[in-house]
């Protein structure tokens, strides 16, 4: 082994020891040195009509929490693309205090079987709160279109509403909007060590309308939920569930509901259908309704009402955004001393002392070290004789961008790119007519549309761009732009395409082996409040295989514009400066354009004029896709590192755009909502 070779495996080692020593310290923090037991179960979803599956869950059971010495439980309920794991920050800081706390997957995400269409949808929608719609005023209108898009237009509408709203004349109904929520709270209730008597609800986002959904099954009853918390959840009036009953035939009540309503909330439209949270959302019949008080005395962070009686009403405005409310210490605070006092038991310890946001950047940097450790890994590989024809000189400086005409395609690259970002991602979301049999991911379905868009437009100008290159000197045809072999420049090579992706098959199975082992010794992923990397399920495995494919296309022809055909001088500077000068050139044509939607949806939006998105273009462009914006650019960013490194080590793209691909679609079928 020779000394660059011994250097890459103690880097490699080095990286992969970090990333396991700081998943052991977050598992430290996960289980509050000990004080904490977490376990992992299943709930059998089946039924004498279906053949379900089961519901996954996370259990956190206090030390002292036994079958002679009960504690109270607490339901967590996650968001929409999210997972239980979302909701460790609720989970460890209850538990930390006393509570028996259950985190599930919901319907359609992380390992629960039951898709999201197990939820049920209607052919009609609102755009107001439900209780204020009417025919009449247009508020009450008729959907079509996948059953994508008609379950994503019925996440507000609830199966305990009305059969106006919950049921359709085409026999379609709202059959579960509890997402499994309903089967787990009976199980949590059931536990030997969980005071049945003394329980509690929370969800975040698509969480809040299960949360509601729970509640209301349950009320009147013995377990009834004695505390409410919602993170960004809707209101609604009560004549849209006026005829209802519970599961027990009670009329249905809420019992002391805590609202954590988000300063600069993406999702302000679809839940309170105006721009921005201000005071206006506060004074308002409906939340007036809700608080137990006049209008003219609705206030932010009072309670109102009586835990006695559940009658506790509190809206807390939050200075954070609609994602980031999982974690935000304020809220989590106030909700601590609310399950407090409407469960009837006491924090011992301060609510502001919080932990679980070290276990978040723990796992954060064993991601990073993770996907780190690629590079080194594949340096080795490389000098092994059957990866080592990857490696390949550059195509010659003719070929090179200089000045103005670099920038002149750097600025129409980023501009195509951002300003088709909001409109194909979200027809490819909701609207795209894809075999909803095969591609069953919906956020996977949105990049699916901005991807196929572009990578015709890459297409047309590979081959415009290819005629004109053939008239200049030097032209290298495949292997100028990076796709081809320096032996055979003008043949595409397929090969070097199939040991490549062997390369990357060895470098993504090694993420994945971390992955398994964090999860089988830490019970933990590698992620950042947000799922990214999760071992799969078999049926998850194989929507994998299904995005992957457009994925590596598009990341080809992305990386072969990007890398090859607007190289500069700096692609070719060796060292530390050389990479820095290309990886800068790099990243903002990869992130360029959405960085310009980001400034487009966010500026206007700390103006307190509204999302960009919803202001310009209406309200059908806002929502999950600009909001994954910043999970998104600081992702390409990694992968601009990734694919910057590749190509300078191995004069084409496919090794770098294979295994960003590989991780890209990784991330949107690992976890997040699956139809």
Known sequence: MNKASRRNLIVLLALLVGAFAALAWANAIRHADGSIEITHGVIDANTNEKHLGSIYYDLYVPKGATAQNKAPGVLLLHGYQNDHETNAAYAIELARRGVVVMSIDEYGHGRTEPGLKERGYVNHSVKVNFGEDSVEAGTYRKTGGTVRYRIMMNFSNLSFFNDYYSKDEDGNAITDSSCGGIAAYAVLAAMDNVDSTKLGISGHSMGTWAGWSVAAAYAGSEIEPKATVLQCGELFRESAYNESKSLFGAPITFNNVLLLQAKWDEF???????????????????????????VAKTAWNTTFGDF????????????????LTTHNAQGLSVALDWFAKALGYENTIPTDDQI????????????????????PLAALLLETPFFKPIRQPLPSKAGIKKGGAWWKAAVITMLLAGFTY??????????????????????????????????????G??????????????????????????????????????RSALLVL?????????????????????????????????????????????????????NSKIMASQRTLATYTPGAKGFFGNWWRNALLMVGGVLIIV????????????PGADVLFGSTFGGPFMSLLILFVPQVLVFSVICTYFYRKTGSVYVGALTVASLAAWIVTGGSSML
């Not at 950042?528 to 990341?555: H, S």
Request: with cysteine; hydrophobic share 50%; glycine share 10%.
């Open 268 to 294: 302000s439209y679809f839940r309170d259908y105006k721009k921005v949270v201000d005071d206006s959302v506060l004074h308002s019949e409906l939340r007036a309704e809700f608080l137990g008080t006049e």
């Open 308 to 323: 006695a009686d559940g009658s506790a009403r509190r809206m807390e405005l939050l200075y954070t955004n609609h994602r």
């Open 356 to 375: 679980a946001m070290g276990k978040e950047w723990l796992v954060l940097l064993a991601m990073l070290l993770t996907v780190g450790a690629i590079l």
């Open 422 to 459: 909001p409109f194909m991602t979200q027809l490819g979301h909701a609207l795209l007519p894809l075999p909803e049999g095969i591609f069953r991911m919906t956020v996977g379905n949105g990049f699916v549309g901005w991807y196929s868009l572009l990578i015709l437009i890459m297409l």
């Open 461 to 498: 100008t590979t081959v415009f761009g290819w005629k004109k290159a053939k008239q200049k000197d030097g032209f290298e045809a495949y292997y100028g732009i990076g796709l081809g072999t320096a032996e055979k420049k003008e043949k595409m090579g397929w090969g070097l395409l199939g």
């Open 506 to 558: 060895c470098l993504v199975g090694m993420v994945y082996l971390v992955v398994t082992l964090a999860g089988a010794f830490f019970g933990l992923d590698l992620r950042f409040i947000w799922p990214f990397f999760k071992t799969f399920t078999w049926t998850r495995l194989g929507q994998f295989c299904v995005y992957l494919p457009i994925f590596a296309l598009f990341f080809i022809l992305n």
């Open 599 to 610: 400034l487009i949806e966010y500026i206007p939006f700390f103006l307190n004029i509204g």
